[in-house]
Each structure stands twice: as structure tokens, then as C-alpha cells.
């Protein structure tokens, strides 16, 4: 089912922590009926133990609270820790949990990578932040340059409507809350909520993705995380330098994993040589996936463009069109290239028979990927309601 295009909302960008936390920690305080948490990642530090107060308060007077984390992203989580949610009255739930081997989490595949929270039916976050201290400046060198949105209006209801029914499918189905009533009107932008699942919307978010670029007359910016996206994700963006649109990609520079780095690398060339720019962002490991198109379109969310996130993880992006909201994102963008970003240079001579056979293995699976992930077991994923809270 195409997601619907809502008109009349206000999407307001938030860079890192510092602007993420206490945005979304004010809203849970201030919720009067129900706050909803989607998690990749919930850390015991202080970020995560702030976040565990928030919602402690907002369950102990009266609010219903939901939050689902992923069995992989947040393993480490002690047991006290999640009694003192669920003892609250919060409805905790992880999704996949899956044994260790060998001191080693093997449970990789097909996670749950969303990050969303809606309060009350009202207002929504979405987007990249964890619940986590290095999405904060104070971290050090390791924090992460990341983006969310907070969404007021229309699309609010389409947000809700989503995590609830997840939530209520956790818990047999019952629905404990009446819906909530639309939110009204809340600004100017035309935005729509768009998924990406393992039955019905395998490829709805790289879709948008190349419909974007495909349509671009001027720029297409893009800062990524994890980039090694699909065959037909990387011929549109050549196509689309080709025919003089300028392609900018804000990939990492400084890793938090040196496979990433590795992996974007061999496809430089391969862009470079299509007249895609190609800048690494070398303040701190670049943990965004967001885009902007001929200063009219963008997208903010939890999906990197690898094979993880487009073929197998659950994730959720909001597609804005909105001049100023894409002004917003762009001049964020264009702050990092000017101050933090290196680019990257074409090599001057041929590329060597290793280069040339590196390439063909690349690019055949990029083009076979997807066929390769939909063969891998099907993974029907069970989320894990502890004891206590199923007495809450």
C-alpha cells in the first residue's frame, strides 16, 4: 500500500543530542495519555538512564507507555535497570532477543532499527538518534553527527496509527486506548511516513530514494552513514551527475567501524568518474541518513543506504517536501562540508587488473543482494514481554 502524502505539518530538524533529548525528554514529561518508543539502541549510561526517568514519571502518573528496543542494539541492559520500567508500569519489550556465542552477539541480521516516539498523538520523532551518550558532544571524539525530526500535525496520526498497532500486536492484539483524535493543521509541508519491512514494503525507502534522484534538475545532497547502496540506487545517482545535476555525498571519515570506510571505497572511483563529489566527514563518525533534493525534497530517518538497512532491517524515514524545511537541512549540511569534510580526488591513472576485477565482484553483488537477502531465512521475529510486566 503507497503511503499517503499529508499535507499541513510542521517538521522541525534536530541535529545531535544536544538538540534530540531534550526535545523528545519535554514531550514525554508533558504527555498526558500515551508516549510510544521505538529503539535500536538503549544504553545504561546517562542518556539512557534520563530517558528511564522520563518514562518512569510518565507511567507512575497515569500515562501509558511503550517501549520496544532491539534484541541486538540494546543486549546489555540489566536486570534491574528493566525492573525498574516494567515495576513503573512502562510496557517493555525487545524485540528478537537472541543467545550469545561465545561472548559474541550473533543475532545480526533483520533488526529492528527504527527510532521513533510519539506522544499523546500529537507529536513524533524520527530519525537517527539513539538513546545513547555518544550522540552527545561531550562524548569526545566518538560522538556521533546525527539528525531527527520532530513532526506536529497531520502525518502525526499515520506515525501513531503505526507504533500502536505494533505495540497492541505484542500484546495479543488488545486495543487499550481509543485512537487518537487527528492532529489539526500544524504548518505548510507536505510529508509522508515511509517504512521498510520484510513482506510488504521491502523497498519502499530506497524507492523515494531514487524517485528523488531520478526527478533532480540541480542537487542532490546526501549524508550517509553506511553507504554501499543497491545497483540501482548507485546508477541514479551517476545518471543524474551525468546529465549535470551536482551529486554530493557526505560519507565517513572517521569511522566507528573501519569496514564502513573500506566498503563506500570501493565505489569511489566507480562515482568518482560519473562526476558524483564525493566529501568525508572527518570531525567524528557521521551517523546520519539524511538527503536533500533541488532544495524542495528530504528525508531524514534510521536508514543508511547498505545492504543492512535496504534489505533487511526495519526501518522508518519521513519524506518532507517543504522549501524551508529543506533550506534547514541543507544549510546544516553545507556547514559540516565547509568546516569538517575532505574530498575525495579521482586517482589519475588506469585502474590496475586488480582494480578492474575488484570492481566486477562488487558490482555483481550489488546487483544480486537483494534476491540473496530475500533467500535468507525468513525470520519471523518474537518480541520478549518479561515476566513482570505481563502482571502490570
Not at 503507497?2 to 538538540?19: D, F, S, W
Not at 506522544?119 to 539528525?147: M, T
Not at 513482506?199 to 524507492?207: G, L, P, Y
Not at 533532480?216 to 540506487?233: D, H, K, Q, S, T
Request: net charge positive.
Amino acid at each position: 500500500m503507497k503511503a499517503p502524502v499529508r499535507h499541513g505539518n510542521r517538521v522541525t530538524l534536530l541535529e545531535n543530542g544536544e538538540e534530540f533529548f531534550p526535545a523528545v525528554f519535554g514531550a514525554i514529561d508533558a504527555a498526558r495519555r500515551d508516549v510510544v518508543i521505538e529503539t535500536f539502541i538503549l544504553f545504561e549510561d546517562k542518556v539512557g538512564l534520563a530517558l528511564r526517568d522520563t518514562l518512569v514519571r510518565a507511567a507512575r502518573r497515569g500515562v501509558e507507555v511503550d517501549l520496544l528496543v532491539d534484541g541486538f542494539g540494546s543486549a546489555d541492559l540489566s536486570a534491574a535497570f528493566v525492573d525498574s520500567l516494567v515495576s513503573a508500569g512502562v510496557r517493555y519489550r525487545v524485540f528478537a532477543p537472541g543467545s550469545r556465542w561465545l561472548g559474541f552477539r550473533v543475532n545480526l541480521l533483520r533488526r529492528m532499527h527504527r527510532k521513533l516516539a510519539v506522544i499523546d498523538g500529537e507529536r513524533a520523532f524520527v530519525g537517527g538518534i539513539n538513546y545513547s551518550a555518544d550522540h552527545l558532544g561531550d562524548y569526545g571524539p566518538e560522538a556521533k553527527q546525527d539528525y531527527s525530526v520532530e513532526v506536529r500535525g497531520p502525518l502525526v496520526a499515520d506515525i501513531h496509527r503505526f507504533v500502536r498497532a505494533v505495540a497492541e500486536a505484542d500484546h495479543g492484539g488488545r486495543h487499550r486506548l481509543p485512537p487518537a483524535p487527528a492532529p489539526a493543521p500544524a504548518g505548510s509541508a507536505q510529508a509522508l511516513f515511509v517504512t521498510r519491512d520484510n513482506h510488504r514494503h521491502r523497498t519502499d525507502i530506497e524507492r523515494h530514494y531514487r524517485l528523488a534522484i531520478r526527478a533532480a534538475r540541480r542537487e542532490v545532497l546526501i549524508a550517509n552513514a553506511y553507504f554501499f547502496p543497491g545497483w540501482r540506487l548507485l546508477q541514479e545517482m551517476r545518471r543524474a551527475a551525468r546529465r549535470g545535476v551536482r551529486v554530493r555525498l557526505v560519507l565517513q571519515g572517521e569511522p566507528d567501524m573501519a569496514i564502513v570506510k573500506a566498503a563506500a571505497a570501493l565505489l569511489y572511483e566507480h562515482l568518482l568518474h560519473a562526476g558524483v563529489e564525493v566529501y568525508e566527514y572527518c570531525e567524528r563518525p557521521m551517523h546520519g541518513k539524511v538527503a536533500q533534493v533541488d532544495d524542495i525534497w528530504a528525508t531524514v530517518g534510521s536508514s543508511n543506504l547498505d545492504p543492512l538497512s535496504l534489505s533487511l532491517n526495519l526501518e522508518a524515514n519521513v519524506v518532507v517536501r517543504d522549501a524551508e524545511f529543506a533550506l534547514a537541512l541543507r544549510t546544516r549540511l553545507e556547514r559540516l562540508l565547509q568546516r569538517h569534510c575532505r574530498p575525495v580526488e579521482r586517482h589519475g591513472r588506469a585502474p590496475g587488473l586488480w582494480a578492474l576485477a575488484r570492481s566486477v565482484i562488487v558490482f555483481h553483488f550489488l546487483r544480486r543482494f537483494p534476491a540473496w537477502a530475500a533467500a535468507l531465512p525468513p525470520h519471523e521475529p518474537f518480541v520478549a514481554v518479561p515476566e513482570r510486566a505481563s502482571h502490570s
